[in-house]
């Protein structure tokens, strides 16, 4: 499985002009369900992936104007 992130405009809908392009932030977590608390602050995403059985979460966060990733905690 594999988290993506599409990073799009909120008034036209389409891939947003300022991100990378691909305007699209991957990530293959440990295998399992998850749940996703995504945060945007200036030109960071955060994502907080907590499994459903709660044994395992991985916080990441992306600058999402150059898709590169900042911070991958496990």
Not at 13 to 32: I, S
Not at 43 to 49: E, H, P, S, T
Request: glycine share 4%; charged share 20%.
């Amino acid at each position: 499985m594999t988290c993506s992130v599409h990073l799009k405009s909120l008034t036209t809908g389409q891939k947003h002009p300022a991100a990378a392009q691909p305007a699209v932030l991957t990530h293959t977590p440990h295998r399992g369900r998850y749940s996703y608390t995504i945060q945007v602050a200036e030109d960071c995403v955060a994502v907080l992936m907590t499994s459903s059985d709660e044994d395992h979460s991985e916080f990441l966060i992306w600058n999402w104007k150059t898709g590169h990733r900042r911070l991958v905690s496990e």
